[in-house]
């Protein structure tokens, strides 16, 4: 195949010292599924972002079809043929489908084009959904489309700015078995004619199953590029990390004391006042996993919400340890031995503008060890922040690097950090390894299961299915804000079987689900 793309001897460092690549190499043949894999913080998102003109890099050249480009932004790229899918989705809620996908491209007509073509816009697009099977109603409001549906959406969206490079980043994070395997055929369609895939994620498992090459990087440099079918989960994860990585969780089996915290009939509404918690009824014993299971947006967020005081419950009861919760702050709860690893770090989990040691000790910064009289003893705060820093691998310059200057895998990590330190006797944690390279998950992950052998109780919410059962005792599957079924987690239980239940496809009458 041609070479479509090359980037080589690509350097960048930040005004602040901080060297995101340092020497990468990139070479994409045109029609592959090329595989970009490496740590938080092994340069790939600025790899990125210097490739689709979001950054300018400090030294070397980007080839395209054998042409050198210098982009002053993302129209460059676009111009060029080339599409970005971000991880986090850049969608208008309260706009359409077809409103979404034209945005800014709208096709006019009639004299001094100021007329909006409306005939010819659901033409394009009807001929995208049906060409590439992206199956999703262009009039339908984006707010009320699934969490599958609006990956679609975006993929329609760089294709009808005309994209034949499309950069596809940590595109499964959201989705279900099923949606998964929807996307790779779609995304092999694309291939077959003619385009050309860089695929960014953390899942070995996907690089093996729908790349053609894999390049791995690390530390900003570029390790090795190897065709896919040469290689292995084992040997890619290796030289990601610099060692073995064990990818099953090795556990023993539970032994589920009193209960701990204790959920009925709770109801709760959303942002927009509409149900989101529709009688919610779950136990959680001591030295126990429980895991939620479901497409995002069907009440996972609101439930958190409501257990850890950051949102108010219409009706039922939470109690932990036998004290009503409803009712207390956050600040209350969270003095009452509760660990919360919120979903989003960005807002809700750190403080950007504080630095890594002051977010380590956010919510225990009255603890004696901590304090000098009346005043902060930030000797002590440093030496608790290197230790931690040490432990959890979080990789920065020093303890009093802005939390905002972090790679997101390394302030994921500062909020593990804090929350599993302080040894909750209830921990709730929410997409605990999003973003985060597989070294760090399986370090989270033995953590986490740490404290359930301990003799905590942990509730888990994760969109990885593969973490839910690797980790979880029970499964608790959630739809439309309702639990579904409540499954023991056992050798013959699959993702397909938990697929159907979160795609509503299966229900278990509700009085089995709540015993």
Known sequence: MAILLEMKDIHKTYPNGTKANRGVDLTVHEGEIHALVGENGAGKSTLMKILFGLEAPTSGSILYKGQPLRFQGPKDAIKQGMGMVHQHFMLVPSLTVSENIVLGEEPVKGLFSLVR????????????????????????????????????VEIIKVLYRGARLIILDEPTAVLTPQETDELFESIQMLVRQGYTIIFITHKLREVME????????????????MLTKDTNPEEISRLMVGREVLFRVDKQPSEPKDIVLSVKNLCASDDKGAPALRGISLDIRAGEVVGIAGVEGNGQTELVEAITGL????????????DELIGKSAAQIRAMKVGHVPEDRQTTGASLTSTIAENLILDHYRNPEFRRGPFLNKKKIKQFAKIMMDIYDVRAQNEDVMAGALSGGNLQK??????????????IASQPTRGVDIGAIEFIHREIIKRRDGGAAVLLVSAELSEVMGLSDRIAVVYNGKIVAVLDNHDGLTEEELGYYMLGIKSQERKEALQ
């Open 414 to 427: 500062v909020v593990i950090a804090r929350e599993i330190s302080k040894n909750p006797k209830l921990l």
């Open 311 to 322: 949102r108010k419950a219409t009706s039922g009861e939470i109690r932990y340890l036998g």
């Open 210 to 225: 729908i790349s053609n090459r894999v390049t791995v990087l690390k530390a900003g440099k570029t390790i090795t590029t």
């Open 117 to 152: 073509d409306r005939t010819k816009e659901f033409s394009e697009i009807e001929k995208l959904i049906e060409t590439f099977k992206l199956k999703v109603d262009p009039r339908a409001t984006v707010e009320t489309i699934s969490v599958g549906q609006k990956q679609r």
